[in-house]
């Protein structure tokens, strides 16, 4: 049995993984009850602090200096965490964490491993670079165990299993749970409680036999080297202290300079994402201590794109992200097409912002993330740390038509030439021309109007993209230069 597979394959560009989701019934029922019901309870959890706008604005500050002094507090985040009786890893890429953590896994001898539900894990394809190694990483956030177990891919940041319904996740565990340790209770219906007490059960043997630990963190704390993890049912508790060793792989943008600017984001946080004041288990732990939790514990610093997406000022308050979610419950295209369109562990508004910075645009999913967006701005509205996140697409959509991102060549950075958009500047250079030129334009117009009748209603080649869904709007019987001359004279009347 294959493990689990949280890696992304070669996608096809949005609109055409978008278009395949829409025709889905049963996904569109899914994901419309649960961003409603989540999105619902957030406004009243939000709506009970009359401090929302400063406490959002205090996140935004927080961020955006910790992100121009990165350097300084990951440096002071090193020693807080060696001080305390941890190790430090610094990872470029994904290829370089995958193999720092096979290779401590593999020191201890153990060939299993638990895990917090992770961002950052999956970003990198940890489990399968694990699984190349042979250690079976265990999936323990209860909707990561439904992904994992049905050989799917998450489609939401905070709920992975947002795409499945109750029955769908009845049939997962009773057909596959065997395969992967204790079996689902015989007539297993598909009550929560049921599915609950199944997971628990079947959970419950790895956190007992596991001897390695591997989790991200939502916080860094550079003053004294703590991490945080904040979640909802116990599991993330359960592997943070019961295995001899804990492997943290955490993106170097997660660090807060002190312990106090905890308080704004332990606030913000819980009622963007779960809709709670506060979540149900917070855990921090300092380095190691002496008879209590971990006796080993090492920290892997992953940079994979961020360094890069720092140097654009306007892309960088991607950066702030802290993964709550609240921008997906409210976009009408995630609403839509569901996460795995996004072709991305970041799947929704901020994953079109964050993907194409963290990757790059050479490839077609990502020079079309961009564009996947209406440009509404909920998300912006809902963001506790006020990303202005349409302003980043306006701004990768710019990047991507002009020529996509810089790459180094020698001493030289250089633009990578554009893909796909040649038509779109030559039709732009044409409406240049023909405004600078009325009588043009007037021609132009005179003969739209009269052969209108063998227009199409939809552009043939790359202007299918933005045809195949929406007619071509029809050119008038006469031109409104013709129409003004004849029915006023040209002349403006002057009462």
């Known amino acids: 049995m294959s493990a689990t597979f949280v890696g992304m394959p070669a996608f096809p560009a949005f609109p055409e993984a978008a278009r395949e989701a829409v025709r889905d019934a049963t996904l569109r029922g899914n994901l419309r009850h649960a961003t409603h019901t989540i999105r619902s309870k957030r406004a009243r959890a939000v709506g009970e602090l009359s401090d929302w706008a400063e406490l959002r604005e205090a996140g935004r500050r927080i961020k955006d200096h910790t992100l121009r002094h990165l350097d300084r507090y990951l440096v002071r985040l090193e020693e807080s965490v060696t001080a305390a009786g941890g190790t430090v890893h610094w990872a470029a890429d994904a290829e370089e964490a995958n193999r720092i953590v096979a290779g401590l896994v593999r020191a201890t001898g153990e060939s299993e491993v638990v895990k917090v539900k992770s961002m950052a894990t999956q970003e990198i394809g940890l489990n399968e670079a694990l699984e190349a190694e042979g250690i079976r990483a265990y999936e323990t956030d209860l ?9 799917d891919r998450p489609s939401h940041i905070l709920v992975p299993a947002i795409h499945r319904n109750r029955g769908e996740i009845r049939d997962i565990f009773a057909s596959e749970m065997g395969e992967w340790g204790r079996p689902a209770p015989e007539g297993l219906t598909d009550t929560p409680a049921e599915l609950a007490e199944a997971a628990r059960l079947h959970l419950r043997e790895k956190f007992l036999r596991a001897k390695v630990g591997v989790s991200g963190a939502n916080f860094m704390v550079a003053e004294t080297g703590t991490l945080v993890v904040v979640e909802s049912e116990g599991n993330g508790r359960m592997c943070l202290t ?49 008879g209590d939790g971990p006796d080993t514990f090492h920290l892997v610093l992953l940079d994979n794109g961020r360094t890069d ?29 569901g996460g795995h369109a996004y072709g991305s562990v970041y799947p929704g508004p901020i994953g079109a912002i964050l993907s194409p910075q963290l990757r790059g645009t050479a490839s077609e999913i990502d020079a ?18 006020a990303i202005d996140i349409p302003e980043v697409l ?5 990047r991507v038509v002009e020529g996509g991102p810089a790459v180094r060549e020698g001493n030289r950075v250089v633009l990578k030439p554009a893909r796909g958009h040649a038509a ?41 993209a933005w045809s195949g869904s929406r007619d071509l709007p029809a050119v008038p019987a006469e031109p409104f230069r013709d129409w003004w001359q004849r029915s006023r004279g040209g002349k403006d009347e002057v009462k």
């Open 143 to 151: 909707a990561e165990l439904i992904v994992q177990l049905g050989k």
């Open 242 to 290: 019961l295995p001899e060793t804990l492997i943290s792989v955490v993106g170097i943008e997660k660090v807060v300079p002190t312990w106090r600017d905890l308080e704004v984001f332990l606030q913000t946080l819980p009622r963007s994402s779960t809709a709670e004041r506060m979540n149900p288990y917070t855990s921090m732990w300092t380095g190691t201590t002496d």
């Open 309 to 337: 997406t720092l140097a654009d000022t306007v892309g960088r308050q991607a950066l702030r992200c802290i993964r709550c979610s609240a921008c997906l419950n409210v976009c009408p295209v995630y609403e839509r097409a």
């Open 368 to 385: 079309s993330l961009p564009y996947a967006s209406s440009l509404c701005g909920a998300c912006y509205d809902v963001c506790p740390v």
């Open 394 to 398: 306006v701004h990768l959509r710019e």
């Open 424 to 464: 779109e500047r030559a039709a732009m250079r044409a409406a240049r021309w023909a405004f600078a030129h009325p009588g043009a334009l007037r021609t132009g117009q005179r003969l739209a109007s009269r052969t209108r009748r063998l227009h199409p209603r939809t552009l043939p080649g790359p202007g299918r």
